[in-house]
């Protein structure tokens, strides 16, 4: 017990010493966060008349040491001479200037004892212009450096070219072609897809079902770097073929079942005297005749006839490379449409039917779907087994 007491002092006190340490000045300094105790500094300064002199000597050390740490950084980088170090430079400015922008506010600054903070502030503006334009050109070049792979066919290259244009709006909303190369990079890391159909079973098709297939919702399977088309447009060069192949039309006979089957219930009736022993009536402690509700068994002969008729639609998806003319993968895919209609009568006591007789009591037959109607049906419900199928095999 003691032990355990002894723990949950400890942890406590270590909850307490790492909460005072987040919130004094002197210790993100002595770990190095640097941006951390000036922001805490700060927070303590602003909007004080009497500012407490150890905040006001922490934020001038804190700050010190992390403009110093970063220039040095900035130049050690810039030694290097890498182009794409600029974009590390330029986030070290950046951070500069913001550090400077959070101080400036407070100053002069001084302590209530009269001590006054000294900060030496870099000329920031012009090396934040400077970091931008160069990490800005990186980028451009190596976007161009990229495009031309990607017209050789390299769709990654494509891909990454675009991304680099991209990254220069951090920094600039305009520059110089860079807008044109963007769309031009765009356009050679697209993947293009067209779905096609073909018929291999030995069944006539509607004429509609087609269409019907082809009334897809396309968006969802589309992406930034893919663009799917159910008709073919002569000017593109598609990437992918999805073939749509269907290798089984199936119709089934109309057919109609019949069943007869009782329902029965035990229902209240009236009611009837109670009789004691000698077969007289029961008398109640107050002299009134004793009544029981009387009990009968009902019965209802149900007649019920089932229509039922399917159609069932199936193949496989193939995913065709055109660049290398192979067969890179197949799915397959199946619906069925269902055609069913109970109609029922019955002769007895309507008490007796249960709910789902009730249901169907008064249904008629109807005219059976034709063959046509029900495949339809069956190639609307395998629309979305399709799209599934696509999503998951297209990885592009």
């Not at 307490?16 to 987040?22: H, T």
């Not at 509609?208 to 663009?227: G, P, Y």
């Amino acid at each position: 017990m003691k032990i355990t007491n002894l723990k949950s002092t400890l942890i406590v006190a270590l909850a307490i010493l790492f909460a005072g340490a987040c919130t004094n000045p002197e210790k993100l300094i002595e770990r190095g966060d640097f941006d951390q105790a000036i922001a805490l500094s700060a927070k303590k300064l602003s909007g004080k008349k009497k500012k407490k002199e150890k905040f006001v000597r922490a934020i001038e050390k804190a700050y010190e040491r992390a403009t110093s740490f970063d220039m040095r950084q900035a130049k050690a980088l810039e030694k290097e001479g890498r182009s794409e170090n600029w974009v590390k430079i330029n986030r070290i400015h950046n951070k500069i200037q913001r550090r400077q922008e959070l101080i400036e506010p407070l100053l002069p600054l001084y302590g209530k004892d009269g001590y006054k903070a000294n900060f030496k502030f870099v000329k920031i503006d012009g090396l934040v212009h400077q970091s931008k334009e160069k990490a800005a050109h990186f980028y451009y070049l190596e976007g161009k450096r990229l495009l031309a792979q990607a017209e050789l066919g390299d769709k990654e290259a494509a891909r990454e070219s675009y991304r680099n244009f991209e990254s220069i709006s951090l920094y600039y909303p305009r520059y110089r072609d860079e807008s044109g190369l963007m769309k031009k990079a765009h356009a050679l890391g697209t993947v293009y897809v067209l779905l096609k159909m073909k018929n291999n079973s030995n069944a006539i098709l509607p004429r509609d079902f087609e269409k019907e297939i082809k009334r897809l919702s396309i968006s969802d399977l589309e992406s930034l770097w893919r663009v799917v088309h159910l008709n073919p447009d002569k000017k593109i060069k598609y990437d992918y073929d999805v073939v749509m192949s269907f290798n089984l039309i199936d119709v089934s006979p109309e057919t109609i079942r019949e069943r007869e089957y009782v329902d029965e219930k035990t229902i209240e009736d009236g009611w009837e005297y109670v009789l004691d022993n000698n077969g007289n009536v029961l008398k109640d402690s107050l002299g009134n005749d004793v009544k029981e509700p009387k009990e009968i068994r009902i019965f209802a002969t149900v007649l019920e006839s089932l229509q039922t008729k399917s159609a069932v639609v199936s193949g496989e998806l193939k995913f065709y490379d055109n660049q290398s003319k192979t067969l890179i993968h197949r799915e397959p895919i199946t619906a069925e449409a269902i055609f069913e209609n109970y109609a029922s009568t019955f002769k007895g006591d309507k008490r007796a039917l249960s709910q789902d007789s009730k249901n169907r009591i008064g249904n008629s037959p109807i005219p059976f779907p034709t063959d046509e109607i029900l495949v339809l049906q069956a190639a609307d419900r395998l629309k979305p087994v399709i799209k599934s199928k696509i999503r998951n095999g297209l990885r592009n």
